[in-house]
Structures are given as structure tokens and as C-alpha cells.
């Protein structure tokens, strides 16, 4: 048996702290996976309980037209297929495809993985420390982790401005301070302003120029705000800023790592 466990380098088109390479997310990137997770039965198959043993969860079980059994599971925030052999001494790791080379296990993953993952990060995310800029009956609502100090960022917002003032998105941006020592202290300056929203556009528009002004202190429920949103952007999977979270037309909740790229920004933004 060979597992691959694929991980992802973060693209040239996100910040990481210092403005050095993301490091690889802690185990606390498994938490979202665990939580969902199906608890280990006693008697599952040999091969089943090794895969777990290598970091792997399991959501369900799923039946397959060719006599394996599939296993629903997660590896790094990533949906993972596993065909079981009758006897569970043997598995087989990957994309199960049928004489039309539709991926047969895709809709199982979907229902056992992604959508309970991804329903209970955008519960997450809901309850962080956000700031909006649009409107707030907009049909899309994206969420994006940022610092205040990060390019891509930036640019994301600006991209995106031809959707928010249009009204058909709201982008509720999550605020970290990791990239540069004064990025907590403008994260503060735009959480702790009489307006964050305005606060925010000020950031946003002025950006080249700096940015808003930091403040000298950061307060301490601003630190422990700070410390929340770091927390959960580690905690599913994000490696550095921007990260996205959005819900496509069917009500999937997706992720994208970085700024989008090409056509994939209209995937993330909806319909123009």
C-alpha cells in the first residue's frame, strides 16, 4: 500500500508573515476535519484504521459499483476518496472514474465531506471578527481573511469593486496582523474606528500611500480579536493572506488560497 498525501505550496499570489514562505498550517488545520469526523469503529478494516493512524479522517462509508468499499475521507482539509478491498488488507487512494470518466465517488465526497466541512467553516467564519464593505442584502457574501499590509489583499478588493458597487457582493473582511510589525496596530485602527467600515475603505483606497494610520498600542480586546481570526484562518487551512471563502450557485461552500486568477475571480464573485 502507498499513501500519497499531496501538500499544496502556497502561490506567489498571498502574504505570509514577515514576507517570508508560508509555513505548513499547525495540526490545529485538522480540527475542522475532526470535529466532522465519523469515530473509529472497533471492527473497520485493518488498512482503514493504518490511514487513520497517518493523519487521515474518516467521514462515511459509500458503496461502489465495482465490489469496494469507499471510504469518505479528509487529509489536509483535502477530500480524499479510499476503496476498501473485501478483505481490508488493501486500499486504493484516489479518483474512481466510470466509462464516461465522470468521477463516480465525487457526489459522496460532496455529501459527506465537503458539505459538512465547508457548512461548518462558513459557521466559523460567521461568528469572527469582521468588517464589511457592501451592501448588506447583497445576494454573495465572500469572507477574506487580510492584513492590513498585504498587496494581494488589495488587490482582491479593488478587483472585486466593480461587484460591491454593483450591490451583488459584500465582502466581510476578516482582520489579522501577521505580515509586518505594525500590521496588528493598523488591524486596530481599523477595528477600534467609530466606523470600521469607513476605516476599512480608508486602508483600502489609500493603500499605496500607506495605508491608515496605526495605532501606538493595540488594545487587548482588539489582541484577543486579532488572535481569534489568526486562530481560525490556521485552523482551516489558510497558510497566509488573502483567504477566501465563498458559496458558489449550488450553496457549496469553496475556499481559494490567495488571490484569485483569471476566470476564477468571476468563480469566486459571482455573475458581473
Given at each position: 500500500m502507498l499513501l500519497l498525501l499531496a501538500t499544496v505550496a502556497l502561490a506567489p499570489v498571498a502574504c505570509a508573515r514577515d514576507a517570508e514562505p508560508a509555513k505548513p498550517a499547525p495540526a490545529a488545520a485538522m480540527a475542522t476535519a475532526a470535529a466532522t469526523?465519523?469515530?473509529?469503529?472497533?471492527n473497520e478494516p485493518a488498512v482503514v484504521k493504518t490511514l487513520r493512524s497517518q493523519g487521515v479522517e474518516f467521514m462515511g462509508t459509500f458503496e461502489t459499483p465495482i465490489g469496494l468499499t469507499g471510504y469518505a475521507?479528509?487529509?489536509?482539509?483535502?477530500?480524499?476518496?479510499?476503496y476498501v478491498s473485501k478483505d481490508g488488507q488493501y486500499a486504493v487512494v484516489g479518483t474512481l472514474v466510470n466509462a464516461k470518466g465522470e468521477d463516480a465517488s465525487a457526489d459522496k465526497l460532496k455529501e459527506l465531506v465537503s458539505g459538512p466541512m465547508g457548512?461548518?467553516?462558513w459557521t466559523k467564519v460567521e461568528a469572527s471578527h469582521w468588517v464589511a464593505d457592501g451592501k448588506a442584502d447583497a445576494p454573495r457574501i465572500i469572507y477574506a481573511f487580510?492584513?492590513?499590509?498585504?498587496?494581494?489583499?488589495?488587490h482582491f478588493w479593488q478587483a472585486a469593486q466593480p461587484w460591491v458597487e454593483s450591490g451583488k457582493v459584500q465582502i466581510r473582511?476578516?482582520?489579522?496582523g501577521v505580515i509586518?510589525?505594525?500590521?496588528?496596530?493598523?488591524?486596530?485602527?481599523?477595528?477600534?474606528?467609530?466606523?470600521?467600515e469607513a476605516a476599512l475603505l480608508e486602508?483600502?483606497?489609500?493603500?499605496?500611500?500607506?495605508?491608515?494610520?496605526?495605532?501606538?498600542?493595540?488594545?487587548?480586546?482588539?489582541?484577543?480579536?486579532?488572535?481569534?481570526?489568526?486562530a481560525l484562518m490556521l485552523e482551516l487551512g489558510f497558510q497566509g493572506t488573502p483567504g477566501i471563502l465563498f458559496k458558489d450557485a449550488d450553496g457549496t461552500v469553496q475556499m481559494r488560497s490567495g488571490m484569485p486568477q483569471g476566470n476564477d475571480l468571476q468563480t469566486v464573485l459571482g455573475p458581473r
Open positions: 469526523a465519523k469515530p473509529a469503529d472497533a475521507g479528509v487529509a489536509g482539509q483535502r477530500p480524499l476518496a479510499v457548512a461548518q467553516a487580510s492584513d492590513p499590509n498585504c498587496p494581494y489583499c488589495n473582511e476578516i482582520l489579522v509586518r510589525e505594525d500590521s496588528a496596530n493598523k488591524a486596530a485602527a481599523i477595528l477600534g474606528a467609530k466606523s470600521p486602508n483600502e483606497r489609500n493603500f499605496a500611500k500607506g495605508g491608515i494610520k496605526p495605532l501606538a498600542t493595540v488594545p487587548v480586546e482588539v489582541q484577543a480579536q486579532l488572535r481569534a481570526n489568526e
